[in-house]
T-cell receptor
Framework: KQEVTQIPAALSVPEGENLVLNCSFT??????LQWFRQDPGKGLTSLLL?????REQTSGRLNASLDKSSGRSTLYIAASQPGDSATYLC????????????FGKGTKLTVNP | GAVVSQHPSWVICKSGTSVKIECRSL??????MFWYRQFPKQSLMLMAT?????????EQGVEKDKFLINHASLTLSTLTVTSAHPEDSSFYIC??????????????FGPGTRLTVL
């Protein structure tokens, strides 16, 4: 059974700092991996999707990497801003005929002005 | 593009009443939609997979008669919480698969519906 773990559960940093969020998954047989952002009381916003054949994806100040063999992904946020404060969720699509995303519990990020 | 809406955004109801939540894909067709539930400070838990024109597939432990799902068109799926009780109070989020049920593509999520049962 695929399990997704995100560390740390919460992170507080000063504005301008570069930071890394970690995601690990137990079964390396994944179809793709997706990073989301969730603001309090809101739905999910897709940030980056990495297909299993890819090693990284970039969008603006965000860079996500994927190492399937070790079951890890990282989300790098450059020059953090208070507006980046949110919960960041990592989710994987397992291979093998299922479309069900398996989510981690998220990392709650607070960027202090 | 790829916008998913939900209605209502929040609802408060009395115990024993039924509540319907709509999930719409606004600018694309979705043969497959998903319904999730999220408790405070917890991650999303998949409740069911909604397939256009066929019965929904429910996850283990989710009561089919309690959570009725109808996916009558390629842009609309509804979740009805029947005879709601306080323990059903939660944040319900839907998502839609961009390209259909036969391939694993990016899911786009709705803004969620906050249900409070008194």
């Amino acid at each position: 059974k695929q399990e997704v773990t995100q560390i740390p559960a919460a992170l507080s940093v000063p504005e301008g700092e570069n930071l890394v969020l970690n995601c690990s998954f137990t079964d390396s047989a994944i179809y793709n991996l997706q990073w989301f952002r969730q603001d309090p009381g809101k739905g999910l916003t897709s940030l980056l999707l990495i297909q299993s054949s890819q090693r990284e994806q970039t969008s603006g100040r965000l860079n996500a990497s994927l190492d399937k063999s070790s079951g890890r992904s990282t989300l790098y946020i450059a020059a953090s801003q208070p507006g980046d404060s949110a919960t960041y969720l990592c989710a994987v699509y397992p291979q093998g005929g299922s479309e069900k995303l398996v989510f981690g519990k998220g990392t709650k990020l607070t960027v202090n002005p | 593009g790829a916008v998913v809406s939900q209605h209502p955004s929040w609802v408060i109801c009395k115990s024993g009443t039924s509540v319907k939540i709509e999930c719409r894909s606004l600018d694309f067709q979705a043969t497959t939609m998903f319904w999730y539930r999220q408790f405070p400070k917890q991650s999303l838990m998949l409740m069911a997979t909604s397939n256009e024109g066929s019965k929904a597939t429910y996850e283990q432990g989710v009561e089919k008669d309690k959570f009725l799902i109808n996916h009558a068109s390629l842009t609309l799926s509804t979740l009805t919480v029947t005879s709601a009780h306080p323990e059903d109070s939660s944040f319900y989020i839907c998502s839609a698969d961009l390209s259909g049920s036969s391939s694993y593509n990016e899911q786009f999520f709705g803004p969620g519906t906050r249900l409070t049962v008194l």
